[in-house]
């Protein structure tokens, strides 16, 4: 667990930049100017890391799994457009609503209806707890206007 929650924090260290990014950045007359240049940077560094990492099966691993990686990249463009529409309009704060979104689609969706991963009791409250948390937070929001 404790390399698990290692890896997620620089995943979320990440993503904290990302969204600095964004929020930071000037408007421009094309609004996914920002989401265009932050691919193409993310992208160079995959494939440098890539580079480093090569094993010669590249171009067969590509072909075996075509149908898997245009999934995978349809869900990152819908990320970040998602990314984009939700900090443009409503703010960073908001990402905790993304976040258990997220929880919700990712584990129980993807991880226990269709991978069938296992899923027990303490990992239920901790869903109920995540689901809890957009409530709470709707309701913080709405006592704010």
Partial sequence: ??????IAGLAAVGNAMFVYG???SSMSNNSFSYLIGAVLVCA????VVAMIYKTGQATDFVADNIVMIGIGGLGMATTYFGFY??????GAIYYVV????SIITTTVIVGVIILGEGFNKFQAVAMVLAILSIIL???GR???N
């Fill in 137 to 139: 937070f709707t309701i």
């Fill in 98 to 101: 993304y976040a258990v979104l």
């Fill in 142 to 144: 709405l006592s704010q």
């Fill in 22 to 24: 964004q929020r930071r």
């Fill in 1 to 6: 667990m404790y390399k698990a929650l290692l």
């Fill in 85 to 90: 529409l939700l900090y443009t309009n409503y």
């Fill in 44 to 47: 160079v560094i995959v494939a």
